[in-house]
């Protein structure tokens, strides 16, 4: 089923229902379908519908359901009167509809104008709760104008009926820290609501006076117009036509130019919503999924499992910040409790739901104390990424219900303070970008500074961790750049790692922890060999070039030696625009220029840095790179490798951009326990 035609059928019939019944009401695509139609642009993949019916007049929420009952969207009416129960009593603002359209998870949230009208005016801090049945989330990711991201946790209520749990779902309308803004779930979603639709009370008016307020901001603490982009959920995701429509709209309220680097902002990280529990007529049991749900695992068990990608650690990051709310509204004990091995004790029901034994009965900061003591136990065994975002958030939470300051607590724990600040990523700098003599230099230069390589990099290496199972093996790096993965395998304890490359990148100013041999890899003499070689994010201009290669790892890999390297995936680059075209650096002077083209008869794409100075053309440097599928990457390889390739998906990045492959000689000792590992 094509996703995109689903979801433009299923917008059209919701417009056409309102047209036809004339309600004062707006439908609002920007939700889910705005993002989530840009994202999946491979014609196989399958998203979401996210939608959002705003009104003005409570009682029309009647008619909305009655509706939506007449359209193909199939919802869940088992609690409905329920929920607008508790609607009409003012305890909860948006109503969830959750079901399918066309067989595609689906979800309307219906929304009152008034809290639409409180968000646009930039109202900080305004909770905003709607209603989730059977599942319950605590984490959300908020993006902010200084280009940094703050991670929110939100503990959140819940009660039972019956035999189900329900739970009222918190979001914000923004944050405002140090003169930066992030901003909710909501918020975000009315801003991406620029596509038209059914507008009885005049949506695209409110969305563009929010836009003009956000601007006035942007004045006001002298934030360059550039980082409007940033304040999008998941921007990484829409193509530049879109980004250029959206700084168009932005830009007619007036443009803000700063080419100062704004410093580290020292933020309380991460924030925590909670909220007072006021429905008296429903019983609070917070752990009542243990009676529903299937058992699963310990918790230590879960992490070990799940940290090895960002992706999946978010999970272990939202089970902490559900169960914190859980035992928020259940620990009534006075018992101090006190366990070195608590992650094995804590048990894992459903997907991430966390249970401790007999949780009733005990403090809740002890409980809290004995989280952060296990985990700085268990420093060594987990992901660093995911200890820091660990102990900020039980810190965090400590903080608000022992009433101790951040400052207190991190000394008590031997906690560095500097965890709680909010690090900027480095940004274009015109001096760098001239200094750079080449394609290499400056394609080097933008994968340095961009936040989304970081991601793909912290990624890349969880993924390399889960098969380099000796920490004490010898790695190399083939063409390792300024030590992007080098570098960061130092930092997970791997002992002996060489990279090579003609170039030292110096004008990056990065240090290499590792062996660096600045050399040709192709004629330099090694007088060793490696158990563990890599070849990652190179741009290969022929299959020749890429055998070559593969014959030199073949002399350097030990008889045992794992060898992984990727290449670009030519059904993933056929399935996105030929053409595309970025502003990556303007000032006053000058702009750099990044466009691509992709001839999809030979496949080669075409990449080109274009420096203006002036409006004139300073310097352009290109490169051409081949991309490849899998059959002639397994026609290389057969004859020789026992081989595994996946794509990337997952595993380095958020797309199938790549092919992976995993090789080892195929006549190699043991090769016969490699081809049941794969």
């Not at 993006?143 to 329900?166: A, D, K, M, Q, W």
């Not at 820091?388 to 958030?393: N, T, V, Y």
């Not at 390297?565 to 053409?579: A, E, P, Q, T, Y």
Request: charged share 25%; proline share 1%.
């Amino acid at each position: 089923m094509d996703y995109k035609k689903t979801g433009e059928k299923f917008v059209n019939e919701i417009n056409e229902l309102f047209k036809e019944s004339n309600l004062k009401v707006s439908f609002v695509t920007g939700g889910g379908f705005a993002y989530d139609s840009l994202k999946y642009t491979e014609s196989n993949a399958v998203g979401d519908f996210d939608f959002m019916i705003i009104y003005e007049i409570k009682n029309d929420v009647y008619n909305i359901i009655d509706l939506l009952k007449k359209s193909q969207f199939k919802f869940n009416l088992e609690y409905i009167n329920m929920d607008l129960k508790l609607l009409m009593n003012d305890k909860i603002d948006i109503i969830r509809l959750t079901g399918t359209y066309c067989s595609i998870k689906s979800t309307i949230n219906i929304v009152p104008k008034r809290i639409i009208s409180e968000i646009i005016t930039l109202k900080s801090k305004r909770i905003i709760k709607k209603i989730a049945h059977g599942r319950n989330t605590s984490l959300f990711f908020a993006y902010g104008s200084n280009n940094s991201r703050i991670t929110v946790n939100f503990i959140s209520p819940s009660f039972v009926t019956e035999n189900e749990c329900h739970y009222i779902h918190l979001d914000f309308s923004n944050i405002i820290k140090n003169n930066n803004i992030y901003f909710g779930i909501l918020a975000d979603s009315i801003l991406k609501g620029f596509q038209q639709n059914y507008d009885r009370i005049n949506f695209a008016k409110l969305r563009l006076r929010f836009i003009k307020n956000i601007n006035n901001f942007f004045k006001r603490y002298n934030i360059p117009s550039e980082n409007y982009i940033n304040l999008f959920a998941n921007n990484r995701y829409f193509p530049q036509y879109i980004k250029n429509n959206l700084m168009k709209e932005f830009l007619q309220f007036g443009q803000v130019k700063n080419d100062k680097i704004m410093s580290l902002q020292l933020i309380n990280m991460p924030i925590i919503f909670t909220i007072p529990f006021d429905i008296d007529e429903y019983k609070i049991s917070p752990f009542y999924f243990i009676n529903t749900e299937s058992k699963n695992m310990n918790l230590k068990s879960y992490i070990l499992k799940m940290q090895c990608n960002e992706y999946d650690r978010q999970y272990i990051i939202d089970a902490i910040g559900k169960f914190l709310g859980y035992i928020k509204l259940s620990c009534v004990g006075k018992l101090l409790y006190f366990n070195d091995n608590l992650f094995e004790d804590i048990v894992v029901y459903g997907k991430n739901d966390l249970y401790l034994p007999n949780i009733e009965k005990y403090d809740i900061n002890s409980v809290v104390d004995c989280i952060i003591k296990n985990l700085i136990i268990n420093v060594n065994q987990l992901n660093f990424e995911l200890y820091i975002e660990l102990i900020k958030i039980c810190i965090q939470f400590l903080s608000i219900n022992s009433k101790e300051s951040i400052k207190t607590l991190s000394k008590k724990y031997n906690i560095d303070i500097n965890l709680f600040k909010t690090e900027l990523p480095p940004k274009w700098n015109i001096k760098t970008i001239k200094k750079c003599k080449n394609f290499n230099d400056l394609a080097t230069y933008h994968n340095y500074i961009s936040k989304v390589m970081r991601e793909y990099t912290d990624m890349e290496c969880s993924f390399f961790e889960s098969i380099f199972d000796n920490h004490s093996r010898k790695i190399l790096d083939v063409m390792c750049g300024y030590g992007r993965i080098a570098n960061k395998l130092k930092e997970k304890n791997y002992n002996y790692i060489t990279g090579i490359d003609n170039k030292d990148y110096s004008f990056l100013s990065v240090s290499k922890d590792f062996i660096f041999l600045k050399e040709d890899f192709f004629t330099y003499q090694f007088n060793e060999k490696f158990d563990y070689i890599l070849c990652m994010y190179n741009s290969f201009n022929s299959l020749e070039q890429l055998d070559s290669v593969l014959k030199k790892i073949d002399l350097l890999l030990s008889d045992d030696g794992v060898a992984i390297f990727d290449v670009f995936n030519k059904n993933w680059r056929k399935s996105i625009d030929l053409d595309s075209s970025m502003m990556l650096y303007e000032d006053s002077k000058y702009k750099l220029i990044i466009n691509r083209h992709y001839d999809n008869v030979k496949d080669i794409e075409e990449t080109n840095y274009i420096l203006y100075k002036n409006e004139k053309i300073m310097k352009k440097y290109n490169f051409k790179q081949v991309f490849f599928d899998k059959k002639q990457v397994e026609n290389l390889i057969k004859s020789h490798w026992d081989y595994e390739i996946i794509t990337s998906q997952n595993n380095s990045r958020n797309n199938n951009q790549k092919y992976i492959i995993k090789i080892r000689r195929k006549y190699g000792k043991n090769s016969s326990n490699w081809r049941k590992s794969l």
